[in-house]
T-cell receptor, first 109, second 113 residues
Framework: EDQVTQSPEALRLQEGESSSLNCSYTVSGLRGLFWYRQDPGKGPEFLFT???AGEEKEKERLKATLTKKESFLHITAPKPEDSATYLC??????????FGTGTQLKVEL | GAVVSQHPSRVICKSGTSVKIECRSL??????MFWYRQFPKQSLMLMAT?????????EQGVEKDKFLINHASLTLSTLTVTSAHPEDSSFYIC?????????FGPGTRLTVL
């Protein structure tokens, strides 16, 4: 059974204070690892897809990396508008998307 | 822009009534759509996979007679919560796949009184 574990559960940063979110996974035959952002009361918003170890993707202040066991979402110089819950999910051989429980990020002025 | 839309965004109903939620793919044809449920402070749990023109596939533990799914066209899937009870109150989200990535709708908040 595919499993995804995210840490920390919650993270409070000062504006400009860079940090990383972790996503550990076990999956039989990784087809893709996905990062989403979810704001309260809204559906997840797609951020990145990573397919193989060593791959990296960047978008504004966010950078996602992937190894054979985990993925990191690096946030550089965050702003208050980056506050959200960040979800990690994987797709394995079964073609279903398995989500972690998310990291709730709060960026303060 | 948005890939998937949902309607309504919020619904409040009395216990015992049925509620229908619509999920539409925008600007492309979706042979497969997914329905998720999310409880407060929890992650998304897949309820069922909706296939255009055929029966939906339900996840273990999801009552197919209670959560009726219809995918009658390539752009529309509907989820009907029949005889809703307070424990069905949740955030329901649909998604569809486009080039190996699932894109999610804005969600529907269901409150059953």
């Amino acid at each position: 059974e595919d499993q995804v574990t995210q840490s920390p559960e919650a993270l409070r940063l000062q504006e400009g204070e860079s940090s990383s979110l972790n996503c550990s996974y076990t999956v039989s035959g990784l087809r893709g690892l996905f990062w989403y952002r979810q704001d309260p009361g809204k559906g997840p918003e797609f951020l990145f897809t990573l397919y193989s170890a060593g791959e990296e993707k960047e978008k504004e202040r966010l950078k996602a990396t992937l190894t054979k066991k985990e993925s990191f979402l690096h946030i550089t110089a965050p702003k208050p508008e980056d506050s959200a819950t960040y979800l990690c999910a994987v797709t394995g051989g079964g073609n279903k998307l398995t989500f972690g429980t998310g990291t709730q990020l709060k960026v303060e002025l | 822009g948005a890939v998937v839309s949902q309607h309504p965004s919020r619904v409040i109903c009395k216990s015992g009534t049925s509620v229908k939620i619509e999920c539409r793919s925008l600007d492309f044809q979706a042979t497969t759509m997914f329905w998720y449920r999310q409880f407060p402070k929890q992650s998304l749990m897949l309820m069922a996979t909706s296939n255009e023109g055929s029966k939906a596939t339900y996840e273990q533990g999801v009552e197919k007679d209670k959560f009726l799914i219809n995918h009658a066209s390539l752009t529309l899937s509907t989820l009907t919560v029949t005889s809703a009870h307070p424990e069905d109150s949740s955030f329901y989200i649909c998604s569809t796949t486009r080039t190996d990535t699932q894109y999610f709708g804005p969600g529907t908040r269901l409150t059953v009184l």
